[in-house]
Nanobody
Framework: QVQLVESGGGLVQDGGSPRLSCAAS????????MAWFRQAPGKEREFVAR???????YYADFVKGRFTISRGNTKNTVYLQMSSLKPEDTAVYYC??????????WGRGTQVAVSS
């Protein structure tokens, strides 16, 4: 059974730099692309960042230069280092395992709330 478990969210001050983690189990982690999405209250879920199995990374324009996605294949974990957080970054952040354009598995999400 595949599980993705996010951690590292919480209440953060404006300008803060938390790091989110997503631990995967039940799957050969190193062969999959991994991504982060987020969903703010009243809004649709949106793409944040992706890291392919070969280490190539892609970012949404609104996080370029502020967020960094990385992975540790020996720990079956993908990370999202966030910096210069703004109140508009407040959202539930979801980890996803992808295959091509398809989302194969979702995590349950971790809440990030940025206080101004």
């Amino acid at each position: 059974q595949v599980q993705l478990v996010e951690s590292g969210g919480g209440l953060v001050q404006d300008g803060g730099s938390p790091r989110l983690s997503c631990a995967a189990s039940g799957v050969t982690f190193s062969t999959y692309d991994m991504a982060w999405f987020r969903q703010a209250p009243g809004k649709e879920r949106e793409f944040v960042a992706r890291i392919n199995w070969n280490g190539n990374t892609y970012y949404a324009d609104f996080v370029k230069g502020r967020f960094t996605i990385s992975r540790g294949n020996t720990k079956n974990t993908v990370y999202l280092q966030m910096s210069s957080l703004k109140p508009e970054d407040t959202a539930v952040y979801y980890c996803a395992m992808t295959s091509g354009a398809a989302i194969k598995y979702w995590g349950r999400g971790t809440q990030v709330a940025v206080s101004s």
